[in-house]
């Protein structure tokens, strides 16, 4: 294992938790683009999904539980 590794989410395991506060904080993770796509991945196989929220003039996705209806 590497010491850059050291601080990197472990997006398997929040996955299989349901973290989803985690999952969206690592969506943010800069070092690494491959940890946000599995991020966004892990968020929406949990049952969450982007939304989009206009602010001011920019569109920003933000996360919200995906309603079913049955």
Excluded at 34 to 43: F, G, I, M, T
Aim: hydrophobic share 45%; glycine share 2%; net charge positive.
């Amino acid at each position: 294992m590497s010491i850059f590794n050291l601080f990197k989410p472990n997006i398997k395991k929040l996955k299989t938790k349901k973290k989803v506060k985690p999952l969206i904080k690592a969506l943010k993770y800069n070092k690494d683009w491959n940890v946000r796509k599995s991020a966004a991945e892990a968020l929406i196989a949990i049952g969450w999904e982007p939304i989009l929220v206009m602010k001011g003039q920019q569109i920003e996705p933000k996360w919200s539980p995906k309603m079913i209806n049955k």
